[in-house]
């Protein structure tokens, strides 16, 4: 009798764990939400400002487990020639919330510093972003980059501690994550302001034109 009991304890408490992952990655429910927000997605802007876009293919699964859309590019100023790589992810708060840039790049064998929250004031709208560089000794020497990430929830641009906890999917249908990146060997030192802060700064007004503007998705 016992044994069946145990049985059967085990049985719900696996049906309740896999019943909790369902509904943190949607599996049970639609969300028209974040079917808008990944169309939405294309409307990024081609150009920013003095910057000229590329587009960067997003391979199957390379976003992460349980992103609903991404979409990358490679912005490259036009007077000073520096080039910076932008990812943006959409999708429901728990799978968007995690796998930061300092724990990813750490997994895969770069040395990441200590982040550091940078407060960009410049735009009508204040945000926040994260910033941490990342360094990976090869055998041809070594690689750098220095990497800027934010969180949007549907109003601005924010740097909490705990992103998971800061999003609770009851109160956030949607979230997005920015990623903005500049591989330090390639364009050496710079003088004056950061080249990332710089893009972010006319990136932002732009994406509450296009992909947080109301009712225009995959415009």
């Not at 724990?103 to 895969?108: E, F, P, S, T």
């Not at 360094?135 to 980059?145: F, H, P, Q």
């Not at 969180?151 to 641009?157: A, F, L, S």
């Not at 364009?187 to 006319?202: D, L, Y």
Request: aromatic share 8%.
């Amino acid at each position: 009798m016992l044994r069946w009991i145990s049985a059967g304890a085990a049985a719900l408490a696996l049906a309740a764990t896999g019943l909790v992952h369902g509904f943190w990655t949607d599996r049970w429910v639609v969300s028209h939400a974040v079917e808008e927000a990944v169309l939405k997605l294309d409307s990024l802007p081609p150009d920013v400002g003095d910057w000229k876009g590329h587009p960067i293919e997003v391979k199957p699964g390379q976003a992460g487990p349980g992103v609903a859309g991404c979409v990358q590019r490679s912005y490259t100023h036009k007077k000073t020639n520096v080039t910076v790589i932008l990812a943006m992810v959409a999708g429901r708060p728990g799978p968007v919330s995690i796998h930061t840039p300092d724990a990813c790049y750490g997994a895969n064998g770069y040395k990441v510093d200590k982040r550091a929250l940078i407060r960009l004031d410049k735009n009508d709208a204040p945000a926040q972003f994260w910033k941490a560089d990342a360094v990976k000794t090869k055998v041809a020497g070594e690689e750098r980059l220095r990497i800027y990430w934010a969180w949007n929830p549907g109003d601005g641009w924010v740097a909490p501690a705990d992103a998971r906890q800061n999003f609770p999917r009851h109160r956030h249908p949607v979230l997005h994550k920015l990623y903005i990146l500049r591989n330090l060997n390639d364009s050496g030192p710079v003088k004056g302001e950061e080249p990332c802060e710089t893009f972010i700064q006319a990136l932002l007004p732009e994406l509450e034109r296009t992909i947080f503007a109301p009712g225009n998705a995959g415009a």
